[in-house]
């Protein structure tokens, strides 16, 4: 857990290729047991996120002529489905046809709970009824991919990202907002009263168009991890302890720590809200590079490297105001 370990590091401590950061830190590292210069590796870049075809699910198109579309005129549905079915509804962006498909269901399900049932003749009955539960059975795939499919959402995860400069953290509130949207939407898939927002959901998606944030949050992790192990190798090179380190103030690595396990945090919040069995490389990108527990994935990765680091530190004496370097 990393919450009670960054409340320390605020009293104690909790990256780019050369964050001026981690240089100053590793630069203090060398100045303080009069070592060599610590050599600094890049560390690799995240993996590439899933082809859209290995991201995707499979959800078969339901055909119907306007004929019989027309019979369950009643249900409201001829305008909508006539609109999906024009030019402009053709080439919709996923987020639109998300929106479509989910009031599509929910007129289809009102009406399939209504009176009109029982005006309907046998066929056309049997047809509302089967519609119905087929979009009800579509409903959540649609919505992944409408994620998935979305040019703002595989954006997010651009391997042409830097991490981020720890000393100017960005504000992700409006990110942060964008994924509490989403997910909220996709938690109220089956909410015949809640209704979706298409303005709001097009300024989500572009807030997360914006910047490549988990990218920037994953590379960051990464860096980390590799300045922390390059730092440990150092350290455990002058045991035993014949010289001080001075206090560790660095609460920058606090709030990047902070900052990226919330985002994470709300990323696989986001991912395992739809209930549906993800495309196995979906699954196999969300264990390797979001995942909070796996052991390869860069959260824990960065995680271990940082409580080494602090265990490390603990055998050295901390350098008093005439001691060491400032």
């Not at 651009?158 to 997910?183: F, I, K, N, V, W």
């Amino acid at each position: 857990m990393i919450t009670p370990l960054c409340s320390a590091l605020l009293l104690s401590a909790c990256g780019s290729n050369e964050d001026p950061a981690w240089q100053a830190y590793h630069q203090t590292l060398e100045s303080a047991l009069d070592a060599e210069p610590i050599a600094r590796e890049a560390p690799s870049n995240i993996g590439a996120f899933p082809d859209r075809r290995e991201r995707l699910l499979d959800v078969p198109d339901i055909r119907e002529s306007m004929f019989n579309v027309y019979a369950l005129r009643e249900c409201d549905i001829t305008s909508l489905v006539a609109a999906r079915n024009n030019q402009l509804g053709r080439v919709a962006p996923p987020s639109q046809h998300w929106l479509y498909e989910r009031e599509l269901w929910r007129r289809l399900e009102r009406c399939s709970q209504s009176d009109v049932v029982e005006g309907l003749g046998e066929n056309d009955r049997a047809r509302l009824l089967n519609l119905t539960a087929l979009k009800t059975e579509q409903l959540p795939a649609v919505g992944f991919n409408a994620l998935f499919d979305s040019e703002e959402w595989e954006k997010n995860f651009s391997r042409a990202s830097q991490p981020l400069e720890l000393t100017a953290l960005p504000d992700m509130t409006r990110e942060l907002e964008a994924l509490g949207y989403l997910e909220t939407m996709v938690l109220n898939t089956y909410d015949l009263e809640w209704q979706a927002d298409s303005a709001t959901l097009e300024q989500h998606l572009k807030a997360l168009q914006a910047r490549p944030l988990t990218a920037e949050v994953l590379r960051t992790l990464l860096l980390g991890a590799e300045r922390l192990n390059e730092a440990n190798r150092l350290l455990a090179s002058h045991l035993p302890a014949t010289q001080c380190l001075p206090a560790w103030q660095s609460d920058w690595l606090a709030n990047m720590a902070r900052a990226a396990r919330r985002w994470l945090g709300q990323v696989n919040a986001l991912i395992d809200a739809h209930e549906v069995n993800a495309p196995a490389a979906v699954a196999e990108y969300q264990r390797q590079w979001l995942s909070l527990e796996t052991a390869s994935a860069p959260w824990p990765r960065f995680e271990a490297a940082l409580m080494e680091h602090l265990a490390l530190r603990t055998a050295y004496p901390v350098c008093t105001r005439n001691q060491g370097v400032d």
